[in-house]
C-alpha cells in the first residue's frame, strides 16, 4: 500500500520568511496530492493541492511543487504570517474511483515566530 | 462544499463502555470515511462506508471493534466498542465531493475520546 513520508516534523521560522515542507510517497499510481492544515482543536482543511499531470501549483502565498519522477511534492509558503501557526499534513491518493481515501503524511508542526 | 456534522463533539467514557459516534452530511455522497487522530499524530484511516454494504476496513481495524451503519446516502456511524485506554484518540469522518467532480476531502469537526 501507499506510504507517505513528510520531513521535518517541525519547523520554526521568522515572520516573513519561506516555509518549505516536503513529502515522499511509495505508490506511482497516486495522482492527487493535497496539503490540509489543522489548527489546534480544528478539524483538517485543503489549502492546496496538485494533480499528477502538474507539476506546479500556485495560490497567493502558498505553491506546490510534484515530481513524479521522483515521487515527492513539496509544500512552499512565503510571506509567513503568525496565522500561518499550524500542523501541515500532506496525503497521496489514487483518484480513479468515486470517493477516494487518502494516506497522510506524519505532519508537520510550523511555528512562525513574531 | 460538503458541510458535516459530527457528534458527539467530545466524551469521557468508561472502560469497558461503547460509544457511537455520528456523521451527518448535507448532500448524498457514495463514500464516507471514518479515521483516528491519536494525540499529536497524523490521520489514520479506520474504514471506508458505502451505502449499503459492508464496510472495508483498513489493516489493524476490525468491525467487531469499530462497527460502522451506512443506512443512507447523508448519514454514518462509528461505534467504538469495548473501550480501553488506548482507544482515546479524536475520531473524524470525512466524504468528498467526487461524484460531483471535485476531489477535495471535507471533515467532521471530530470527537474527541477519553477512556477511563
Known amino acids: 500500500g501507499e506510504n507517505v513520508e513528510q520531513h521535518p516534523s517541525t519547523l520554526s521560522v521568522q515572520e516573513g520568511d519561506s516555509a518549505v515542507i516536503k513529502c515522499t510517497y511509495s505508490?506511482?499510481?497516486?495522482?492527487?496530492f493535497p496539503w490540509y492544515k489543522q489548527e489546534l482543536g480544528k478539524r483538517p482543511q485543503l489549502i492546496i493541492d496538485?494533480?499528477?499531470?502538474?507539476g506546479e501549483k500556485k495560490d497567493q502565498r502558498i505553491a506546490v511543487t510534484l515530481n513524479k519522477t521522483a515521487k515527492h511534492f513539496s509544500l512552499h509558503i512565503t510571506e509567513t504570517q503568525p496565522e500561518d501557526s499550524a500542523v501541515y499534513f500532506c496525503?497521496?491518493?489514487?483518484?480513479?474511483?468515486?470517493?477516494?481515501?487518502?494516506?497522510f503524511g506524519p505532519g508537520t508542526r510550523l511555528s512562525v515566530l513574531p | 462544499s460538503a458541510v458535516i456534522s459530527q457528534k458527539p463533539s467530545r466524551d469521557i467514557c468508561q472502560r469497558g463502555t461503547s460509544l457511537t459516534i455520528q456523521c451527518q452530511v448535507d448532500?448524498?455522497?457514495?463514500?464516507m470515511f471514518w479515521y483516528r487522530q491519536q494525540p499529536g499524530q497524523s490521520l489514520t484511516l479506520i474504514a471506508t462506508?458505502?451505502?449499503?454494504?459492508?464496510?472495508?476496513?483498513e489493516s489493524g481495524f476490525v468491525i467487531d471493534k469499530f462497527p460502522i451503519s451506512r443506512p443512507n446516502l447523508t448519514f454514518s456511524t462509528l461505534t467504538v466498542s469495548n473501550m480501553s485506554p488506548e482507544d482515546s484518540s479524536i475520531y473524524l469522518c470525512?466524504?468528498?465531493?467526487?461524484?460531483?467532480?471535485?476531489?477535495?476531502?471535507?471533515f467532521g469537526q471530530g470527537t474527541r475520546l477519553t477512556v477511563v
Open positions: 448532500s448524498q455522497v457514495t463514500m
Open positions: 496525503a497521496a491518493s489514487i483518484g480513479d474511483n468515486y470517493g477516494q481515501n487518502f494516506v
Open positions: 496538485i494533480r499528477s499531470n502538474v
Open positions: 470525512s466524504v468528498n465531493d467526487r461524484a460531483r467532480g471535485g476531489t477535495e476531502a471535507f
Open positions: 462506508a458505502n451505502q449499503g454494504s459492508e464496510a472495508t476496513y
Open positions: 505508490d506511482s499510481a497516486s495522482n492527487y
